[in-house]
């Protein structure tokens, strides 16, 4: 089964969402079958590259909310963080765009190693005081190669801004076509989708769901026809 996951390294409720949701999949009798796949979403695409500015002024820009207002935000979202596990500063941070992000996690899933950088970009974002957006490339090299990236492929990508560009942008049209106008968005095996950080238990009942309506194979063809099998092919005889 797959698990696809459309996110983005700015949203704080998908990081608190990653940590709900593989918390119900480390329970999961199915584990080892379960693919899990992560999608590009960004929530301020036309944000410039260069283009950092604090969250709280950020949010009170974005949403007209006084500072009071989104600082006490900023503290719930740190004690929902905290009740998974996870580190979460409520002060200090910045935003700004993440579509070179989005492009090294495309580089990352060819090499295997998607899962492992978009939880270190969580980490470095959402709980260290170095910026992911204001120190340029160089800082994004250092997580990636955490990740296990090559640093010299790395910089290749980021050089070039057409690399993984349009996959980043596919991702984005796939989840306007799903209905998905906010993230996190979970959809399993293309049949069920999951809005929002819901509790574990939300993704354990649909995990559960998903597992057991997936439809086995429906012949549309009867009869025998020429096939190759583990014994070799068969090779038509003509006397």
């Given at each position: 089964m797959r698990v696809e996951i459309w996110s983005d390294i700015a949203c704080p409720w998908c990081y608190v969402g990653k940590a709900r949701f593989e918390k119900a999949l480390a329970a999961f009798p199915h584990r080892d079958e379960v693919e899990v796949v992560h999608r590009s979403f960004e929530l301020d695409p036309g944000r410039a590259k260069g283009e950092v500015q604090p969250v709280i002024t950020m949010l009170t820009r974005k949403y007209g909310m006084s500072e009071a207002q989104a600082q006490a935000g900023e503290d719930n979202l740190g004690a929902q963080a905290a009740a998974e596990g996870l580190d979460y500063r409520t002060r200090d941070r910045d935003h700004?765009?993440?579509?070179?992000?989005?492009?090294?996690?495309?580089?990352?899933?060819?090499?295997?190693?998607?899962?492992?950088?978009?939880?270190?970009?969580?980490?470095?974002?959402?709980?260290?005081?170095?910026?992911?957006?204001?120190?340029?490339?160089?800082?994004?090299?250092?997580?990636?190669?955490?990740?296990?990236?090559?640093?010299?492929?790395?910089?290749?990508?980021?050089?070039?801004?057409?690399?993984?560009?349009?996959?980043?942008?596919?991702?984005?049209?796939?989840?306007?076509?799903?209905?998905?106008?906010?993230v996190p968005f979970f959809v399993l095996d293309r049949t069920y989708g999951v809005s929002g950080a819901q509790p574990a238990e939300v993704f354990t009942q649909a995990l559960a769901q998903a597992w057991g309506e997936r439809s086995p194979l429906k012949p549309v063809a009867q009869g025998d026809a020429e096939a190759c099998g583990p014994d070799g092919c068969a090779v038509p005889r003509h006397d």
């Open positions: 700004g765009n993440t579509f070179d992000m989005h492009r090294l996690l495309h580089l990352a899933k060819e090499h295997g190693r998607q899962d492992e950088l978009i939880q270190i970009l969580y980490r470095a974002n959402f709980a260290e005081e170095r910026s992911v957006f204001a120190e340029g490339d160089d800082r994004l090299v250092e997580l990636a190669v955490e990740a296990g990236l090559d640093a010299a492929t790395v910089r290749k990508v980021l050089a070039d801004p057409l690399a993984y560009a349009e996959a980043v942008r596919a991702d984005e049209r796939e989840a306007a076509q799903l209905g998905a106008n906010g």
